[in-house]
């Protein structure tokens, strides 16, 4: 089966196609400044980067310049529309409706719709790319994958946020967790990796990228994530602040004349690493700052990695104990200073490095001694292809 992957941002729209089968990646690329101007990145497998620049006032002529240059004569991966069996849609915000994947009808797209207020930026974007692709490919079947499910599993003591009980009741406030698709797939994968049956594993993933969230796994189940009713809360990340004192955010409010959105935009935006250092929210550009001697890079450096260990030691504490650790997505896959700067806070759980193994880039390895009482590995993410397997698991 080919499936077509799709995850919509407000003004981008990224895209795979992918063969279920030899799990291969027979096309990707994305099409951005949708509703600004539009261009449209486009590669085929073992191919040239295409990149074109045409008008895309909205998601649907960005949808069909997608399958226009899949189809191309030339440089298409397919000889027809014919060949996309399946879309898989990644979805930001299920609520509490969604605990798994699922396939899309009208009632499907009117309950994601009713989680639009927890997730203004991104659910929107999402259906629209549905909507999109509903009216371009009627027939073809399409399943929706969302960020939250896999946390829906978390223990209320672990959901529930400490104000009013009834804020829950009338509007379900509490702690959500994202990047749950890939969560869920790196913690299996480990399990795989080691030998070791899934639902038998204490697992932490550290899935640090841009966005950054930590995840306690315990039997094959989500018991806590350091992400909340949205994105923000949790590790300080490229610009999101993470956890901070409520009365700090009005203090610097007030202080700044700033309202509500305003200030949410710093938290989101302009905080983080890149706002701590004021150099940049990547880490290529950190390490190379701090190695030149920037104080306030070794800073964000220092404070990235002191907050990932304290969640990994709390998710310790939250599952009574930890098998194996695993770092994925940008930092966590490429940064091996970062991974020995977090595990050497981590000593007191018997973990201990192997410094040749951790002085590799992108791949999938052990990265801990034999003798390490705590597992540490390395596990490339891919949200595609577990988009891709989930779709094929409902289509099929
Ligand atoms: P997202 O999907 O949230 O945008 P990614 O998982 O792609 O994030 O991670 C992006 C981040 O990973 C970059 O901002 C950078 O900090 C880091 N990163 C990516 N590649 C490398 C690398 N080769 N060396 C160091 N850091 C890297």
Known sequence: MNVLVINCGSSSLKYQVINSDSEEVLAKGLCER?????RLVYQPRGGEKEITDAPMPTHKEAVQMVLDALTNEKTGALKSLDEIDAIGHRIVHG???FTASTLINDEVIATVEECNDL???HNPANIIGINACRELMPSVPMVGVFDTAFHQTMPKEAYMYGVPYEYYEKYKVRKYGFHGTSHSFVSKRVAEVMGKDYNSLKTIVCHLGNGASICAVDHGKSVDTSMGLSPLEGLI???RSGDIDPSAVEF???????DMAGILNVLNKKSGVEGISGVSSDFRDLEKAATEGNERAKLAIDMFAYRVAKYVGSYAAA?????????????GENTGFIRKKVCDRLEFLGITLDAAANDTHG???????DDSKVAVYVIPTNEEL???RETVALVK
């Open 386 to 388: 577990a988009i891709a």
């Open 119 to 121: 997730a203004p930026l």
């Open 95 to 97: 609520g509490e409706k």
């Open 363 to 369: 791949e999938e390895i052990k990265i801990s001694t």
């Open 252 to 258: 610097i409010a007030n202080k700044e004349g700033l």
């Open 319 to 331: 599952m009574n104990g930890v098998d194996v650790i695993c770092f994925t997505a940008g930092i």
């Open 237 to 239: 990340m490229g610009t």
């Open 34 to 38: 949708i509703g600004i101007d539009g």
